[in-house]
């Protein structure tokens, strides 16, 4: 089946980078999401790339795409304290109307 | 934009009792929504997969007695946990599928209802 995994915890200083990894088992992955989770709350979908695509830039967001590796990942410049929440990687392999596999979540802590 | 809300934000229940969480597309016509439950400090679980005007889809382990979905309209899905436990306790978030082009056929999440059951 499929199995999506990340790192749990990441601390960075304001106004460094943050970089979040996750890797996944499914060849047949075709859309590879970015979830962001504030405490209590749902999910809010900040980005997803296709697997055709290396690369997506986003504003502060950047979605690098290793597919041979089956390595994603997604780098946040200027981390601002509004950025601690916990990111889900998720994929899917054939869109919207099929489910959704999470990762366990990365917890970032963005340090004043 | 693709909004989707739930209701109740948060609920508290004695064991034993029902309880119906709703989930709704508010600007969207969703064919296709999705329950999922969220341990503490885990990641989200399908449950399982509502689509309008049919039987729900479960996940192998889900109790599809325990869990009733319905899918009445193409902007409401209904979870009700019958005779709930503590073990039930949970964080259950729902997402509706937005129909779209390849590029565009998304999920779009719920903000979660938070069950605690006594």
């Known amino acids: 089946g499929e199995d999506v995994e990340q790192s749990l915890f990441l601390s960075v200083r304001e106004g460094d980078s943050s970089v979040i990894n996750c890797t996944y088992t499914d060849s047949s992955s075709t859309y590879l999401y970015w979830y962001k989770q504030e405490p209590g709350a749902g999910l809010q979908l900040l980005t997803y790339?296709?697997?055709?695509?290396d690369m997506k830039q986003d504003q502060r967001l950047t979605v690098l795409l290793n597919k041979k590796d089956k390595h994603l990942s997604l780098r946040i410049a200027d981390t601002q304290t509004g950025d601690s929440a916990i990111y889900f990687c998720a994929e899917s392999s054939t869109g919207g109307y099929q489910k959704v596999t999470f990762g366990t979540g990365t917890k970032l802590q963005v340090i004043p | 934009g693709a909004v989707v809300s739930q209701h109740p934000s948060w609920v508290i229940c004695k064991s034993g009792t029902s309880v119906k969480i709703e989930c709704r597309s508010l600007d969207f016509q969703a064919t296709t929504m999705f329950w999922y439950r969220q341990f503490p400090k885990q990641s989200l679980m399908l449950m399982a997969t509502s689509n309008e005007g049919s039987k729900a889809t479960y996940e192998q382990g889900v109790e599809k007695d325990k869990f009733l979905i319905n899918h009445a309209s193409l902007t409401l899905s209904t979870l009700t946990v019958t005779s709930a436990h503590p073990e039930d306790s949970s964080f259950y978030i729902c997402?509706?599928?937005?129909?779209?082009?390849?590029?565009?056929?998304?999920?779009?999440f719920g903000p979660g209802t938070r069950l605690t059951v006594l």
């Open positions: 997402s509706a599928r937005k129909f779209g082009t390849w590029s565009t056929d998304t999920q779009y």
């Open positions: 790339i296709f697997s055709n695509m």
